[in-house]
């Protein structure tokens, strides 16, 4: 695949917090319809690689690009490209659901036909509609996690980074999460996810492996486990290469 | 620049929907203040009256009986026991102030010769002791001139001749505050306090809990520009400090009679140039604050040296050279002057242009330091 394929480009990316180097030259380009799933160890460096690529953080070396632009120079129109649910809890607990998605529909600049367009759209594929009255944080995880995604889905991204985005949801809602994932990516979304569970890997189109800042290796699940034919599942072939790298 | 509009209405309307929501947020804004004046009002009180006394009377004769029921018949001491003991009751804390009638003090008086009053005071609150000090040596000394008095003239009559009793006469005209009374000087000191703790604390606090609650990171992925969300969280706390300040001043003057003589145009002024100021640093503080609680901590570092050099409980011209240095770097100091002036003197905006320049002045600093830190540190 070439570059320019890709409207999302992450190039050599590291960053340091003080001693700790969480990415060591992380490099990755999502095409459109393509569902990337970051996987690794706890403190891998998935949320900072995700942050990176968001705009929310810069890194120390390399870049992130988003259809070729910068996400951290605050261009609006690459705000719009890009839908980002962060790991750790990011909306208004104490207001409602209406609440929630109304203020972040006028941050993302939405007139009002969109706005209600999009409203009714999200509510709907998340099925939140009869919640609309319920506090952020009266709802279960499951739903919060639904919450977040139509606030990030809510200026059309073409450019989806979820971080977690199934931790602490039950299965039954876990699945219907990832329904809509697939339907996104349907659509022509280039979606990024990071997860720790690995029948959710597998289900990616492609997975990169990440541990200690570095992706330990990269592609579509079937070609990895058929190059590694030793490994009996999809969680051994990752175990062993952390092993190995460790 | 229609959007960026946008987003400061959709900030500012969040931050009043969630302060009004949150009852706690609510009560600092609101009732606080109100209350902080009211109590710091009636608790500061320092004019000292009604002094619990102990009066011990060994002479038990008539005079010495009138001469204690007209010291208590002013407001300054009230007779709360009698006894033989000064020592047991005040140091128990019951009486403030001890007067002891020896015996033989009427024979003194008849006789002519000088007759001796003790006195016990408490020196535990020395402002309290002082003015007890000088309520019953006012007394004491007019009752003894009155003594002389009459007795010159009974002499003078004896001998048949004329008296003249040479006196100084003192007519005191007090200015602005003729009464005396500590509340109308404590009052704007108290407004000045009350504000700074509110919007200072406040700002910090709402723009800290975006980041611990995690929700900036949200914000920070849409087009929002960063002065947008600043300006949604400063003009909110910029409109309720103005009507807690309106609500303190309203209090004053009604509860403890403080008069507006001034010019309400310069009240207004300075209390918009002071917010900018305790809004400028409550942003500034939000900077360094990465939750709540060192919002919270970081406000009190500054407000409690900004209260103590704001010459509220004791004149600034009082402190010592390099504090006096110091307090011009305290708007609180200069919102206190313009306060007093204005309500108290009469002073008009001409009148104050120094203390407002001096306030605009750290506004501006402290709001565009704040301003850059933010976008910084955000972006
Ligand atoms: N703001 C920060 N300050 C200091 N260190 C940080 C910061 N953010 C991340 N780190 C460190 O960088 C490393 C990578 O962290 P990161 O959060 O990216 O990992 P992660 O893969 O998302 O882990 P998890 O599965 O726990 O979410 C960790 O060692 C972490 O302690
Ligand atoms: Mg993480």
């Known amino acids: 695949m070439n570059d320019s394929a890709r409207v999302l480009v992450a190039h050599q990316l590291h960053k340091r917090f003080k001693a700790q180097e969480a990415l060591r030259g992380l490099s990755l380009g999502v095409a459109p319809g393509e569902l990337y799933g970051l996987v690794g160890p706890d403190g891998a460096g998935k949320t900072t690689a995700l942050r990176i690529m968001a705009g929310v953080m810069g890194p120390d070396e390399g870049y992130a690009r988003i259809a070729g632009k910068d996400p951290l120079s605050g261009d609006p129109a690459v705000r719009s490209m890009l839908g980002y649910m962060p790991q750790q809890y990011s909306l208004y607990g104490d207001l409602s659901v209406d609440e929630n998605l109304a203020f972040f529909g006028k941050m993302f600049c939405l007139d009002k036909a969109t706005f209600s367009a999009q409203r009714e759209r999200l509510l709907h594929i998340t099925r939140l509609g009869r919640f609309g009255d319920r506090r952020a944080d009266a709802l279960s995880g499951g739903m919060y996690k639904k919450l977040a995604l139509a606030c990030s889905l809510l200026p059309k991204p073409r450019v989806l980074l979820l971080d977690e985005p199934t931790n602490g949801v039950d299965p039954v809602s876990r699945r219907e999460l990832w329904a809509l994932l697939f339907e996104l990516v349907e659509d022509g979304m280039a979606v990024v996810v990071s997860t720790a569970y690995m029948d959710e890997a597998e289900r990616c189109h492609r997975v990169g492996l990440l541990h200690r800042g570095q992706l330990l290796m990269e592609g579509a699940p079937t070609r990895l486990m058929a190059e590694h034919g030793n490994a009996a599942t999809f969680e051994d072939l990752f175990l062993a290469a952390v092993r190995e790298a460790a | ?379």
């Open chain 2, 1 to 379: 620049m229609r959007y960026f509009i946008r987003t400061v209405q959709a900030v500012v309307r969040k931050e009043l929907r969630q302060t009004f929501r949150d009852k706690r947020m609510a009560a600092i804004l609101f009732i606080a203040p109100v209350l902080q004046l009211t109590l710091l009002g009636f608790a500061v009180d320092m004019d000292v009256d009604n002094v619990p006394t102990l009066v011990v009377d060994q002479d038990r004769s008539p005079a010495s009986r009138d001469l204690l029921a007209r010291m208590l018949a002013d407001a300054t001491f009230a007779r709360t026991q009698e006894g033989d003991d000064p020592d047991g009751p005040m140091a128990r804390g019951e009486v403030s102030v001890a007067v002891v009638v020896p015996r033989g003090y009427s024979e003194d008086v008849k006789k002519g010769r000088p007759a001796e009053i003790q006195v016990l005071i408490d020196g535990t609150d020395p402002v309290r002791a002082q003015s007890a000090m000088a309520g019953v040596l006012e007394f004491l000394t007019q009752e003894s001139l009155h003594m002389a008095t009459a007795r010159a003239v009974a002499m003078a009559q004896a001998s048949g001749r004329a008296v003249e009793v040479p006196m100084i006469s003192v007519v005191p005209r007090v200015f602005y505050n003729p009464s005396l009374k500590s509340p109308i000087y404590m009052v704007p000191g108290v407004a000045a306090v009350v504000l700074l703790v509110v919007t200072t604390v406040v700002t910090a606090m709402s723009i800290a809990r975006e980041k611990e609650l995690g929700t900036i990171e949200q914000l920070l992925v849409t087009p929002m520009r960063p002065v947008a969300l600043l300006l949604g969280k400063i003009i909110p706390f910029a409109l309720l400090g103005l009507i807690a300040g309106g609500l303190v001043i309203a209090v004053g003057t009604h509860v403890f009679d403080v008069p507006v003589r001034g010019s309400v145009l310069a009240l207004f002024l300075g209390m918009l140039l002071y917010l900018m100021s305790t809004l400028g640093t409550g942003v500034f503080i939000s900077t360094v604050a990465n939750n709540q609680q060192q919002a919270i901590l970081g406000s009190f570092f500054f407000i409690m040296p900004a209260i103590l050099l704001s010459g509220f409980m004791s004149p600034v011209e009082n402190m010592p050279e390099w504090i006096q240095l110091i307090s011009r770097l305290d708007p609180a100091r200069y919102f206190v002057q313009i306060l007093r002036a204005v309500l108290l003197k009469g002073a008009g905006v001409e009148d104050l242009a120094g203390p407002l320049l001096a306030l605009l002045t750290f506004g501006v600093g402290i709001l565009a330091l704040g301003t850059l830190r933010f976008r910084k540190r955000v972006a």
